[in-house]
């Protein structure tokens, strides 16, 4: 069993920076590829970013990129994700998701396996 909790979100204006923080249970969270997604009110779920267990690889929303930065410290069990430059539309619940079977990134939330509780992020204009 994996546990996920996310933490630092909160309301920021129009061209700030927030940075989130998944922290994980469980004694393998370096096998464990990592994922960032949100979900605004009324809408579906959404990809923003993943990584792989090494750190080597990720991947990004092309709504994200050039803006968000995932990483990860394995060594305390973390999963991050700096957003800069953030806009309204970023405005969601965001959710880090842990797999442990995938060797690579996924965009698809039916390829984790464990969720966390979710941290609320509000950008005003």
């Known amino acids: 069993q994996v546990q996920l909790v996310e933490s630092g979100g909160g309301l920021v204006q129009a061209g700030g920076s927030l940075r989130l923080s998944c922290a994980a249970s469980g004694r393998t969270f370096s096998s464990y590829t990592m994922g960032w997604f949100r979900q605004a009110p009324g809408k579906e779920r959404e990809f923003v970013a993943t990584i792989s267990a090494s750190g080597g690889t990720t991947d990004y929303a092309r709504s994200v990129k050039g803006r968000f930065t995932i990483s990860r410290d394995n060594t305390k069990n973390t999963v991050y994700l700096q957003m800069n430059s953030l806009k309204p539309e970023d405005t969601a619940a965001y959710y880090c998701?842990?797999?442990?079977?995938?060797?690579?990134?996924?965009?698809?939330?039916?390829?984790?396996?464990?969720w966390g509780q979710g941290t609320q992020v509000t950008v005003s204009s």
């Open positions: 998701a842990a797999s442990t079977t995938l060797r690579y990134g996924s965009r698809r939330f039916q390829d984790y396996d464990y």
